[in-house]
């Protein structure tokens, strides 16, 4: 049971243009969503996360939306560039107890073109 | 690299052999986590440990093992019971503020594979 689906493994944009990258949960007790970036044989790295009590959150060129209602979060990347190509994860978990635990979606691998 | 260590940064192991990983963090958090990442799997957790001589199972556990004898080190073994050991390995450290959420941070991973 996928808890947390990015069913777009690959995406491809020009550079300059917005790239739009989706992520769905389906654990409605899911609270904090988070985006990851990745370049291959290398760990993670955090990027930008938002909390259920907020729809929006901008961070330089990157904005991560939420719609609770139909548990949809997006990453907007506004102008991409090829430094941007990498495999980006969703994330998610619940803010309740002492567990942190994240739950990944598979990713999206996103190739900005010069 | 966000005070989280791992090595190596590859390993070959033999079939048959148990071999460990190393991940260390400095900045004195509680919560430190292991991850294997294959193609298409995106990241799926093994193990996870929130305090000192205290660990979980995470949702693939099966052949791996860790142990928690210090704050700053949590070591995973994959053992030889562990079917499919060739991966790519993520430690993550993750800690809470006041109630608040805050990221996690990872290692730069280690690459294993049996040959």
């Known amino acids: 049971d996928q808890q947390v689906k990015q069913n777009s493994p690959s995406l491809s944009v020009q550079e300059g243009r917005i790239s739009i990258l989706n992520c769905d949960y389906t654990?409605?007790?899911?609270?904090?969503f988070l985006w990851y970036k990745k370049y291959p044989a290398e760990g993670p790295t955090f990027l930008i996360s938002?909390?259920?009590?907020?729809d929006k959150n901008e961070d330089g060129r990157f904005t991560v939306f939420l719609n609770k209602s139909a548990k949809h979060l997006s990453l907007h990347i506004v102008p991409s560039q090829p430094g941007d190509s990498a495999v980006y994860f969703c994330?998610?978990?619940?803010?309740?107890?002492?567990?942190?635990?994240?739950?990944f979606g598979k990713g999206t691998l996103l190739t900005v073109n010069p | 690299d966000g005070g989280i260590t791992q090595s190596p940064k590859y390993l070959f192991r033999k079939e048959g052999q148990n071999v460990t990983l190393s991940c260390e963090q400095n900045?004195?958090?509680?919560?430190m986590y292991w991850y294997r990442q294959d193609p298409g799997q995106g990241l799926r957790l093994i193990y996870y440990?929130?305090?000192?001589?205290?660990?979980q199972k995470g949702d693939i556990a099966e052949g791996y093992s860790v142990s928690r004898e210090k704050k700053e080190s949590f070591p995973l073994t994959v053992t030889s019971a562990q079917k499919n050991p060739t991966a790519f390995y993520l430690c993550?450290?993750?800690?809470?503020?006041?109630?608040?959420?805050?990221?996690?941070?990872f290692g730069q991973g280690t690459r294993l594979t049996v040959v």
């Open positions: 654990n409605s007790m899911f609270d904090y």
């Open positions: 994330a998610a978990r619940t803010s309740g107890g002492s567990n942190y635990k994240l739950t």
């Open positions: 938002i909390s259920s009590i907020k």
């Open positions: 440990s929130q305090i000192v001589n205290d660990f």
């Open positions: 900045l004195n958090h509680d919560a």
């Open positions: 993550d450290r993750q800690t809470r503020v006041h109630k608040v959420n805050t990221e996690a941070f």
